[in-house]
């Protein structure tokens, strides 16, 4: 079987779903619970019960079946289902997830109007930066959607914030070498794309060649498939 990869969102608006936590398990139920803040809850809630929506379109199961849960590292994984890697994202109002079937996926979502982002220079490459700063560019919009394929090439490769942004371009090439920091993941080439499922919103997709138990496969041929 050839790698398949599948994305969703959601936005969350005013947040009223019994519906979304009655697919969660325990443990995301306990999670929910110690999150404070409503809307960081809402988002909460609202992401994992999209992610189980798609994990059960995706394999024909029920949405309460799968055992989602986090490694050390904070990165989600989905069991007894070896082959599929998943990634979530959450900003303001909206969520982002991805299932990959022999591949790592990393995905973001950000507001395209995020007010706040570090200095260009501390996360960009050079061209990314000059691309940023063009005469006629809209910086904002650019530099969120840069950022988005950073983060989501962090959580492909499972390491976070702890790789460098500032060492690898997004920008031109849609074949990389992420190079992270930490040397627990090996340099790996893979793909970013950007996906226009909302005109408020950058969402990105990061696909990796993936070491998952029973050892590294190899992805050369990237999933054809985006739903
Ligand atoms: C992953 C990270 C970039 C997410 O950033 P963010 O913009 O705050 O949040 P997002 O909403 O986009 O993503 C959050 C999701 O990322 C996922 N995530 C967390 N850590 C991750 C990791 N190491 N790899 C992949 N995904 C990760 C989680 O699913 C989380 O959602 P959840 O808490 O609801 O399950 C950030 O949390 C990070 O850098 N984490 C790594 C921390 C780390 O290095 N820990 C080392 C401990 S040994």
């Not at 919009?141 to 490769?157: C, D, I, Q």
């Amino acid at each position: 079987m050839s790698p398949q990869v599948a994305v969703r969102w959601s936005g969350i608006g005013v947040w009223d779903r019994p519906e979304d936590e009655a697919v969660l398990d325990a443990g995301e139920r306990h999670r929910s619970t110690t999150i404070r803040h409503p809307g960081a809850r809402a988002r909460f809630v609202v992401a994992h019960a999209t992610l189980r929506r798609l994990l059960a379109d995706l394999l024909g199961a029920d949405p309460t079946t799968f055992q989602i849960t986090a490694d050390r590292t904070g990165r989600p994984r989905v069991a007894p289902m070896t082959r599929w890697s998943i990634s979530l994202s959450h900003t303001h109002d909206a969520v982002a997830v991805a299932a990959g079937r022999d591949v790592e996926v990393g995905v973001d979502i950000e507001r395209l109007d995020r007010d706040w982002l570090p200095p260009l220079g501390r996360w960009c490459t050079a061209p990314e930066v000059a691309a940023c700063r063009a005469p006629g560019t809209e910086t904002g919009p650019l530099a969120v959607r840069l950022w988005t394929g950073k983060e989501a090439l962090a959580k492909a490769a499972g390491v976070g914030m702890r790789m460098s942004f500032h060492d690898f371009g997004v920008l031109e090439p849609t074949v990389l070498d992420p190079r992270p920091r930490s040397g627990r993941n090996d340099p790996a080439t893979g793909a970013i794309r950007w996906l226009d499922l909302s005109p408020r919103h950058a969402i990105a997709l990061a696909i990796l060649p993936v070491a998952l138990e029973g050892g590294v496969r190899s992805a050369r041929r990237l999933p054809s498939r985006c739903g």
